[in-house]
T-cell receptor, first 112, second 114 residues
Framework: QKEVEQNSGPLSVPEGAIASLNCTYS??????FFWYRQYSGKSPELIMF????GDKEDGRFTAQLNKASQYVSLLIRDSQPSDSATYLC????????????FGKGTTLSVSS | NAGVMQNPRHLVRRRGQEARLRCSPM?????VYWYRQLPEEGLKFMVY????????ESGMPKERFSAEFPKEGPSILRIQQVVRGDSAAYFC????????????FGPGTRLTVL
């Protein structure tokens, strides 16, 4: 059973702090890794994707991938109250490279 | 609006009725995916389609659920004889190519079965 695990939270950080969200996956053959943000009652919004080991930065967001440890993380710098949402980690694992397997998400709360 | 479009946004059905959910992918995208999000559960993959072809339906329930993506028009997810357990948010996503590429989600259809 291919799985993606996330701490459900809530993760609470003050405004301006760094939020660190973590995710582990079970299938060592996984190729692509994604972070989606989902506000309550809304659809998932893609915020980052990473394919290679190391860091990838985009604005206030940094995705980190360690395939040896089967671990992917998302750092949000200068957290804002508008960042308060559920963050979903997703992995493409199947041979066809098509189906996203999602974790259950981590709820982030940024207090002003 | 160049994003993924879904309609209706909200759908209410009584047990035993049929539900039809429609999805138009982003312009230039020919790969369509359907996902379901049950209350208090994560997003689950259902099916992947290209024009006129179902490529992967490994996540589809074996009965009552079907999907199509005709040559012309939107992709359709069809649920026959709905039951209360079908109440969920159904999301469509599209991607410009495969494999391993990012998928962009539509606003979803919230299905409520009375």
């Amino acid at each position: 059973q291919k799985e993606v695990e996330q701490n459900s939270g809530p993760l609470s950080v003050p405004e301006g702090a760094i939020a660190s969200l973590n995710c582990t996956y079970s299938d060592r053959g996984s190729q692509s890794f994604f972070w989606y943000r989902q506000y309550s009652g809304k659809s998932p919004e893609l915020i980052m994707f990473i394919y290679s080991n190391g860091d990838k930065e985009d604005g206030r967001f940094t995705a980190q991938l360690n395939k040896a440890s089967q671990y992917v993380s998302l750092l949000i710098r200068d957290s804002q109250p508008s960042d308060s949402a559920t963050y979903l980690c997703a992995v493409i694992h199947n041979q066809a490279g098509t189906a996203l397997i999602f974790g259950k998400g981590t709820t982030l709360s940024v207090s002003s | 609006n160049a994003g993924v479009m879904q309609n209706p946004r909200h759908l209410v059905r009584r047990r035993g009725q049929e539900a039809r959910l429609r999805c138009s992918p982003m312009k230039g995208h020919s790969h369509v995916y359907w996902y379901r999000q049950l209350p208090e559960e994560g997003l689950k993959f259902m099916v992947y389609l290209q024009k006129e072809n179902i490529i992967d339906e490994s996540g589809m329930p074996k009965e009552r659920f079907s999907a199509e993506f005709p040559k012309e028009g939107p992709s359709i997810l069809r649920i026959q004889q709905v039951v209360r357990g079908d109440s969920a948010a159904y999301f469509c996503a599209s991607s410009p190519k495969v494999p391993y590429n990012e998928q962009f989600f539509g606003p979803g259809t919230r299905l409520t079965v009375l």
